[in-house]
């Protein structure tokens, strides 16, 4: 995927933190064309002077119509939080309209469209369009805030799904000589302090021990832990046998 | 994944429009259970009158600690801009992260914390984390707008892989019987328009038709070119030899 071949289209915004919310998330993601069609003057000013993202802001390009928007992409991305079926265009679920766009995106410039706070794309805005993609939110209530569409679109374009994988664990784990320590200070511990007998029992030393292993302790922790129980043990009163003062 | 389980936790967050678009997201995305740690009171209050998503508003939790507000879960998990070495915690990518919560809210509750639009999460609320997550946004700009955080994390909860995957078109396809029609007729208007010779060369014939096969049109759409070709084609004056009118 080549970020730069991404144009963000926005058909008459009308509230400059949602311009200035698109365009951050832009800067978040690493995307940088912001194109407007139609926006609210008062708006668009308004959203130059907002903090960050200042560079796609500044470098944002104003249209007249949707057709000057999108004129160098070879594909055009309407957004819609309803299914529109009167529009006979196929409505993809953001998941897989994302795959069709980062596919385009490796090679050829795409526009994705968005349309105004209160309204959505009008049909002649959608009629530029080749498919339209929906965000998975509830039938009851699809309508999403413009900047947080525009932040959830961009993050599906960005998203890796090889990084849903586990990865090796880094941290070090426990070596089982540290466990066994943790283990036998444990037991003494609990013996001295009249938890278990004096005398254990093999089936408590085992539950004992398996009891420690699932803590599932990381080396660095297992020191600590060790310190810990140390100095416990040599506090600790001894039992009634008096051995200890 | 059940819904129901996942506590959405704002740390002391400042601005109303952070809080309602948090809760807008959360409606978009079948999510409930809003809790606010030391909320700014006037936020809280402007929040709880803004439009859309009010049950969530309404039905907000507030407490005094992170402790508190978490108390009930299994699972805490921060978000975080940076990658917080000095942490000692996990930092997860979104897409990891997303898929360990998940498993976990398919039995029980877990808390995704977000911090303030100021500060994000302070060495104190992380502290109650079993690790961070962070969204896979650039180096010199990770920080995001706290709604559009809480947006991205909840689509990346509630998104399906398996609809990234292309599905059977359903609409139907021209058959060839059509898109050999319409070939004949698009040659037919050719010749009589000059555009190739009366007499047609094979070789063009064949260009002609995989250009026709390549449009890959719908049954639908093949229908509505075949009334504009026939149309086209009656209309058209005849070529040299004069048969037509």
Known sequence: VDPELLRVVLVAPRNPLNI???ARAMSNFGFS???LV???DVAFREARSAVRAGHILASAEEFKTVADAVADC???VGTTAAARRELQLPVRRLEYGGRLIRRRLASQPVALLFGSEKFGLANEDLAHCHWVMRAPAREEHGSMNLGQAVAVCLYELVRKPEEAVSRP??????EAAAMEEFTRLLLDILARSG????RVE???EMKIRRLARRLDLSAHDAEIWL????????RIKPGTDGTFP
Chains 1, 2 share one sequence.
């Open 20 to 22: 200035g919310a698109a």
């Open 33 to 35: 064309h912001l194109r």
């Open 38 to 40: 139609n926006p609210y």
């Open 74 to 76: 070879s594909l055009v």
């Open 169 to 174: 664990e880094r941290k070090k784990r426990a």
């Open 195 to 198: 938890y278990v007998h004096e």
């Open 202 to 204: 093999s089936s408590t």
């Open 227 to 234: 310190g810990m129980l140390r100095q416990v043990l040599w």
